[in-house]
């Protein structure tokens, strides 16, 4: 069974500074990775996805995220806060076989940007 | 284009009622997807279609969780009897084909009194 953790539930920058936000998955086989941003009263909104192509992903917002296989790993980054980042971050994986249709989500984090 | 919408945004019902929850997928995708989510918590699959075939239930915590897309397109959660455990927020997705990243909707925040 497939399992993502999210390293701290609250995370807290300063504007302009690094944004690091940490993603460990399980998984039996390689699997697709995805990072979702929720604001508040909105839906869940895709930053970006890893699909087996390149292991270093670009998404919106100036975000990236890097595959490694041997950490079993998929961390969101950064490299300058803005204040309109501040939200909650899940990351999830879809195994695909029999679990295709099913995304498993980390508990998610919360960024906090301060001036 | 339009989104997935869901309908209504916020519903509280009295322990024991019926509720029924809509989602109203983007036009033309193919998969369709319910999630619950708790409060400081990831959404949780419940189930998902391709066009009106309920492929996996999996997720479906009991019996009294069922799901229905008729026509292949907007799809009803129904919970009967609701217990305060139901509470959450329950969230639907759509993709254009299965395995393709979901696009969200609002969702239903549902609480039971």
């Known amino acids: 069974a497939q399992s993502v953790t999210q390293l701290g539930s609250h995370v807290s920058v300063s504007e302009g500074a690094l944004v690091l936000l940490r993603c460990n998955y399980s998984?039996?086989?390689?699997?697709?990775l995805f990072w979702y941003v929720q604001y508040p009263n909105q839906g869940l909104q895709l930053l970006l996805k890893?699909?087996?192509?390149?292991?270093l992903v670009k998404g919106i917002n100036g975000f990236e995220a890097e595959f490694k296989k041997s950490e079993t790993s998929f961390h969101l980054t950064k490299p300058s806060a803005h204040m309109s980042d501040a939200a909650e971050y899940f990351c999830a994986v879809n195994e695909g076989g029999t679990s295709y249709g099913k995304l498993t989500f980390g508990q998610g984090t919360i960024l906090t940007v301060h001036p | 284009g339009a989104g997935v919408s869901q309908s209504p945004r916020y519903k509280v019902t009295k322990r024991g009622q019926d509720v029924a929850l809509r989602c109203d997928p983007i036009s033309g995708h193919v998969s369709l997807y319910w999630y619950r989510q708790a409060l400081g918590q990831g959404p949780e699959f419940l189930t998902y279609f391709n066009y009106e075939a309920q492929q996996d239930k999996s997720g479906l915590p009991n019996d009294r969780f069922s799901a229905e897309r008729p026509e292949g397109s907007i799809s009803t959660l129904t919970i009967q009897r609701t217990e305060q455990r139901d509470s959450a927020m329950y969230r639907c997705a759509s993709s254009p084909w299965t395995g393709y990243e979901q696009y969200f909707g609002p969702g239903t925040r549902l609480t039971v009194t």
């Open positions: 998984s039996s086989v390689p699997p697709y």
């Open positions: 890893y699909t087996s192509a390149a292991t």
